[in-house]
């Protein structure tokens, strides 16, 4: 029989999921406040600090522009603002975000060519160049990409798909998101050549859902402005004509308190330490899962390229015949344990461990152990793997 639904396990939940994120304590107590009057100073104040500190994460000095939307809007603001309908773009395939990113572009009537990669081996940068080298009227007028593809747990080496377009001598604009690997793993939107950065506030940056944003490179504002394709709400003209604020309405003020004290918690243990943090907790999430798979029966990693896995989410392929939906039920049903799902066409085959922001290594082992409860208690093959993690962390 089913527990009635207000029967939730007591104690805290473990939330593993790859976005939304652990919201600290301290991020919440910022946020319980009064509201302010978002044209008042003290507001612009706070609006200006967020400014800044959004833009010393992303390793810009370029422009920054953020809006009321969750991911979605500020992917959709990028397109709305750069292109146009029938322009054409590429985007580097990488998992099931590549392909949202691509179906919300084609809605918008941009013609999208995906450079097609094996999403557990990853894309090849040099495939790129020759794609762009043929080119030779520059009729693409970008490279779209995801930095941390959120549903393979796998990195795209951002940097050198910039050196694909610049060794084609393609002016393509290159667009890159980085909504599950800002603030989690090493991102240099200006360093990169990256023309317009995607980031969103739920993951990393360990906030509520609502608020994302667009790094702008000079280069990619002077094509926007210059763009005629209708917009409004995410219109980069729009907003910088309602400085200070820059908002189409009103501003979030709660979103900017929990992101002012989210910066401060950032810069205070460093962002060359937080990268850090986030290495060791995903070298020891990924010594626990080669573990589980250790004996051949188990799950195993589902990246294959060892030299891309993701710091900051884990994804597991279950053994055949063995659904993950069903292990992550009990997960959350009976230890109240959350994990992410497979997506797209690896539903039921993945689960994914996220382990990025608000984490630490007793929150992570508890999160290894407690999945290994889960498999155990539906009868998921699988090799003790708790130890390795131990042994990993300990190193
Ligand atoms: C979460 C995520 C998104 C979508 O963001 P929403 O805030 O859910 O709209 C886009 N891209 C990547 C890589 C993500 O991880």
């Not at 009227?137 to 796998?154: D, F, P, R």
């Not at 243990?269 to 798979?293: I, K, P």
């Not at 093959?381 to 990993?392: H, Q, R, W």
Request: glycine content about 10%; some cysteine; overall charge neutral.
């Amino acid at each position: 029989m089913n527990a009635p639904l207000n029967a939730r396990p007591r104690g805290r939940q473990f939330f593993n999921n790859p976005g939304p994120t652990n919201i600290p304590d301290r991020v919440l107590r910022a946020m319980d406040r009064p509201v302010l009057d978002f044209m008042s100073d003290e507001f612009l104040a706070i609006h200006h600090a967020c400014h800044a500190g959004v833009k010393r994460v992303l390793k810009t000095d370029q422009h920054l522009f953020m809006y009321n939307a969750s991911g979605h809007g500020a992917w959709e603001a990028a397109l709305a603002n750069l292109f146009a309908p029938g322009d054409s773009v590429i985007i580097v395939e990488t998992g099931y975000f590549s392909q949202s990113w691509t179906e919300m572009a084609v809605n918008l009537g941009i013609t999208v060519e995906t450079l097609a990669a094996d999403w557990r081996h990853g894309a090849e940068p040099a495939k790129l160049a020759e794609r762009l080298a043929k080119d030779k009227a520059h009729q693409i007028k970008a490279v779209l990409c995801v930095h941390n593809e959120t549903a393979t747990g796998m990195i795209l080496p951002v940097a050198d798909i910039r050196r694909a377009i610049d060794e084609a001598k393609h002016p393509a604009l290159l667009l890159s998101d980085t909504i599950s690997s800002l603030a989690s793993m090493e991102y240099k939107m200006d360093a990169w050549g990256i023309d317009v950065t995607v980031g969103g506030s739920q993951k990393g940056l360990m906030l509520p859902t609502g608020m994302s944003f667009t790094g702008v490179s000079g280069k990619a504002l002077e094509i926007a402005n210059r763009n005629k394709a209708r917009r409004h709400y995410f219109s980069w003209q729009q907003m910088t004509g309602r400085a200070p604020q820059k908002f189409v309405g009103t501003a979030p003020v709660h979103m900017f308190f929990g992101l002012q004290e989210s910066l401060r918690m950032l810069e205070e243990e460093g962002l060359e330490a937080v990268f850090a943090r986030h290495a060791r907790l995903g070298d020891a999430t990924r010594a626990a899962v080669r573990a589980w798979g250790a004996g051949g029966k188990g799950p195993q990693l589902y990246g294959q390229s060892t030299d891309r896995l993701s710091n900051s989410v884990t994804a597991v392929m279950m053994p055949d015949g063995v659904n993950a939906d069903v292990m992550r039920k009990a997960a959350i049903d009976r230890y109240n344990l959350s994990l992410g799902g497979g997506l797209g066409p690896l539903m039921g085959k993945v689960f994914r461990i996220g382990h990025m922001g608000d984490l630490n290594e007793p929150m992570l082992l508890g999160a290894l152990a407690t999945t290994e409860l889960a498999m155990k208690a539906v009868g998921v093959p699988f090799s003790p793997g708790v130890e390795a993690a131990i042994d990993s962390l300990a190193a």
